[in-house]
Each structure stands twice: as C-alpha cells, then as structure tokens.
C-alpha cells in the first residue's frame, strides 16, 4: 500500500504559478506510474498529467497542456506538478495518484489506471 500527501496549495492570482508535490510513502513508487487529478465544486474528478515510473514519459490533458509540467524524483519519492498561467478555472482540489507497481499504463487518463489517491490540496486562482 502507497500512502500519497499531497502539499503546496493555495491562493495565487490569475496568470500566477504554482507548484505542488507529493510524497508518497512505501518502496514501490520508483516502480509506479503517478497522476495529478483535479476536482472542482460540483463537477467529476477529471485528469491533469501522468508520469511512467521512469519518467520518460508524460501525458496531459488538453486544458492544461502547455502550461503544466509534470515531473517525479524516484530519490524523494515525490511527483511534483508545476502549474503557470493560472486560470480561474483552474480552481479544484488537486489529488495525486499512484498507479500499481510495474503495471504499464496504458490510458493514464482513467481513474481506474490508479490505486492509491492522496487527501488532495486545494488551488484556488482568483481574478
């Protein structure tokens, strides 16, 4: 089991960064693909960004493409999600997801690629 703790939310302007991170507890990060999801007031979680185990590979969804980046350091058992040109409707609580150990993903889209979900941090982008 993955324990994940998300951290680095908060409050930031529209066109502001900000970046978030989770640690993620447990010997099998370095082996497991990991995803932000972000859910806003009244609407369905929805993917962000996913990372392969060894990094080599990132996917992202189309709203945040451009502007988020998503990375992991296997040393620190932390994935990092760095966010730029904010927008308000970028406003949701932002969950960290841990895919089965040396399982290959394969639509890292789907909730169901991910086993293991943090409490979530909240970003909230005002105008």
């Known amino acids: 089991q993955v324990q994940l703790v998300e951290s680095g939310g908060g409050l930031v302007q529209l066109g502001g960064s900000l970046r978030v991170s989770c640690v993620a507890s447990?010997?099998?990060?370095?082996?497991?693909?990991m995803g932000w999801f972000r859910q806003a007031p009244g609407k369905e979680r929805e993917f962000v960004a996913a990372?392969?185990?060894?990094?080599?590979?990132?996917y992202y969804a189309d709203s945040v493409k451009g502007r988020f980046t998503i990375s992991r350091d296997n040393a620190k058992n932390t994935v990092y999600l760095q966010m730029n040109s904010l927008k308000p409707e970028d406003t949701a609580v932002y969950y960290c997801?841990?895919?089965?150990?040396?399982?290959?993903?394969?639509?890292?889209?789907?909730?169901?690629?991910?086993?293991?979900w943090g409490q979530g941090t909240q970003v909230t982008v005002s105008s």
């Open positions: 997801a841990a895919g089965r150990a040396a399982a290959i993903v394969v639509e890292p889209h789907l909730l169901r690629e991910y086993e293991n």
């Open positions: 990372i392969t185990w060894s990094g080599g590979s990132t």
């Open positions: 447990g010997r099998t990060f370095s082996s497991s693909h």
